[in-house]
């Protein structure tokens, strides 16, 4: 879909040949879906089992233990041939079993589409199946929808994407149809596109398919996983040289025995034998056993910890890494927002506790009253997402699901907070404004009978305000009240957080439906500011401590921005004082060589595409380093598969 996000609405129309009111035609669809082809994603042919047992035969050492159980048979050493094959034979086994056992990144793609979708055809809506959308197609996004294939937005209604397989951002991206951008916007930056395999937490739209299949960009990972060669781990790259090594030795030595038999006048078949049975002798048939015992015990020992091993060669691998090269989220980060940092009634709290565990508490604490409850109020009734306690979960935008967490941890659970205020009515979130509200049923006083709360982008919120909440009681706001609460909103922007701002007015009658957004969210009340992040893992601080101190570099590579990447990695110490970080158009502009030279220095790449993620992977590696790569999402599979030994997480 190569420059559809720097094209107008009508020249997409154009350049699709689709009407926009009735979209595609059976007949046109057809005729499309033969051009094109099916939505699908490609892939190599899997190896059968014989192609897999006959592939772990190729080491050079493996072919000369086979040719010296032959020779040994042949001269009646049958016990000693039968050892031998015996070993080789249990050593593919065990390389097929583990194979077999570890999963397939393109199988994870495959599983990422979309079963049907919503399509205009013909003038009415109609779920189709979809590995049947075209090019062309006029698809209907709805939250929880996935994306079927790649899309250029023609509408948005506060349409929030949720990306973080693909681009690595761990917030949903806000959409925008109407936009039109730069040539060289990053993927993670197309606000009027959309992209097969991601999910609409938020909102709706349409958009025109631009792509299907492997011309997505799922598409292009996957062909990167499918061109992408086998190669061989530092252990069988060691047992290669040694067993070419050995052999070139053997051979010489044979023949040298055989020469100087025969100049001492010793027959020709006893010098041959002679020089058979020395080969066979010299050749470590132990070797094989002996590595094959040990990495079947480190694998097993792996498996105890709940990593699986793929293939037995790479425990030796995981063993000689010098370089680690780690995806932020969902890998170093929980990928699950959490509130940490509040700022209300001129003080800051923080918020402790991670993730989707509602325990944690606020410090200090608020009390029963006061400005930090009715913002953490505020920020639970303003609020779509819905929070499953005991499974952890949020269903929703994980922005949301944050602020209920919070409410839990101050004792403000949503299901309560509903019951005593009903919504009655609602103003959606919108991207030109910035800001979302609910009104609801207040019992708070006798003349005051309705309150409504306000989120949004700070500067909006204070824009909108004229009163603060302060010493339990509600007084104007002054510009030194202004100047503080713009003051704690740089603080939170300095350490990476994203910040939202909450406010309330208290009504006595409900206002009129036909009253607009910007007359309601007038006069408002100013509570107080919110900081999240997507916080560390507890245990990735230690373990990055831990590969240091094994003389292990440890690297961030992350799609998120980068200003995000270099406060998590100053929290996990990965980015030391003075340090900095390059972002994908930097990364864009380097030659191989620079780029060899620029990652001996920079530990944090910020803003990257999966392309980048497998070029900075080369790049380590060209400088001599045993490169690991870690992730937990699509984007990094193919950096996984480019890596010496690619780690990828879950549960």
């Known amino acids: 879909m190569d420059n559809f996000h720097n094209q107008t609405l009508e020249e997409v129309i154009e350049r699709l040949g689709v009407s926009r009111e009735n979209g595609l035609d059976a007949s046109a669809a057809e005729q499309r879906l033969k051009e094109y082809g099916e939505n699908k994603l490609q892939g190599k042919k899997s190896a059968g089992l014989l192609q897999q047992f006959l592939f772990q035969f190729k080491d050079f050492l493996v072919l000369i233990l086979i040719a010296a159980s032959i020779i040994s048979i042949a001269l009646g050493e049958i016990l000693d041939g039968g050892v031998i094959i015996a070993i080789v ?14 999963g397939n990144a393109l199988k994870a793609l495959k599983e990422m589409s979309s079963p049907q979708a919503k399509a205009l055809r013909g003038g009415r809506v109609e779920k189709i199946n979809s ?15 996935y994306v079927p294939a790649d899309l250029r937005l023609l509408e948005s209604v506060n349409l929030k994407i949720d990306e973080a397989a693909l681009t690595g951002e761990s917030v949903p991206s806000e959409k925008n149809a109407a936009a039109v951008l730069g040539p060289d916007a990053d993927l993670g930056d197309r606000i009027n596109c959309a992209f097969m395999g991601t999910m609409v937490t938020y909102g709706r739209g ?13 598409g292009r990972i996957a062909e990167m996983l499918a061109d992408a060669k086998e190669e061989a781990t530092p252990l069988q790259r060691a047992l290669n040289t040694l067993g070419k090594t050995l052999g070139l030795v053997c051979l010489g030595v044979c023949a040298v025995i055989f020469a100087v038999g025969i100049l001492r006048n010793h027959g020709m078949l006893e010098m041959f034998m002679t020089a058979i049975s020395l080969a066979v002798a010299a050749i470590p048939e132990g070797l094989t056993m002996v590595v094959t015992v040990i990495l079947a015990l480190g694998m097993q020992k792996m498996v105890r910890v709940n990593a699986i091993i793929k293939r037995l060669s790479a425990v030796e691998t995981l063993g000689s890494t010098t370089v680690i090269c780690s995806d932020k989220t969902g890998t170093l980060t929980q990928n699950k927002m959490t509130v940490v940092k509040l700022y209300a009634d001129k003080q800051f709290y923080d918020v402790t506790g991670t993730g989707y565990d ?15 409850r009715i913002l953490a109020e505020g920020a639970v009734l303003c609020n779509d997402a819905v929070y499953q306690k005991q499974e952890g979960k949020i269903i929703g935008d994980p922005t949301e699901g944050a602020l209920i967490v919070l409410g839990e941890k101050m004792g403000l659970p949503k299901e309560d907070l509903n019951r005593d205020k009903p ?11 910035k800001l979302m509200s609910t009104i609801h049923s207040s019992g708070q006083s006798s003349d005051k009978s309705f309150v409504m709360y306000t989120k949004g982008a700070p500067d909006e919120i204070l824009r909108k305000s004229n009163y603060i909440y302060q010493s339990n009681q509600t007084v ?16 939170f922007a300095e350490d990476a957080l994203r910040v939202l701002g909450v406010a309330f007015r208290l009504e006595k009658d409900l206002p009129a439906e036909d009253v607009q957004a910007d007359q309601q969210e007038q006069d408002l009340v100013f509570a107080g500011l919110l900081g999240m992040i997507d916080p560390p893992r507890e245990e990735a601080k230690a373990a990055i401590e ?12 992350t799609g998120d921005h980068k200003t995000t990447a270099m406060a998590i990695a100053r929290q996990l110490m990965i980015l030391e004082d003075g340090g900095s970080a390059i972002d994908g158009r930097e990364i864009d502009a380097l030659n191989e060589e620079e780029l060899k030279n620029a990652v001996r220095q920079t530990h944090v790449y910020a803003r990257v595409s999966p392309e980048h993620k497998a070029r900075l992977v080369t790049a380590m590696r060209e400088n001599g380093h045993v490169a690991a790569m870690t992730g937990d999402g699509v984007n990094d599979a193919p950096s996984l598969k480019k890596a010496d030994i690619g780690i990828a997480m879950g549960s």
């Open 89 to 102: 034979l249990l050593n593919a086994v065990l390389g097929v079993i583990q194979e077999n056992r570890a």
């Open 131 to 145: 590995d049947f959308v075209v090019p062309g197609d006029l698809i209907l996004l709805e939250a929880g929808d």
């Open 206 to 218: 349409l958009g025109a398919v631009a792509a299907t299949g492997m011309k997505t960009q799922m």
């Open 358 to 372: 509602a325990k944690g508490e606020v410090l200090p604490n608020p009390g029963e009253n006061g400005a930090a």
């Open 423 to 433: 919504r009655v009515r609602e103003l959606p979130f919108d991207s030109d404004r």
């Open 476 to 491: 104007p706001l002054t510009d030194a009240d202004r100047d503080a609460v713009m003051e704690a909103n740089g603080r």
């Open 546 to 557: 831990t590969c240091k101190r094994a003389g292990i570099q440890v690297k961030m590579i």
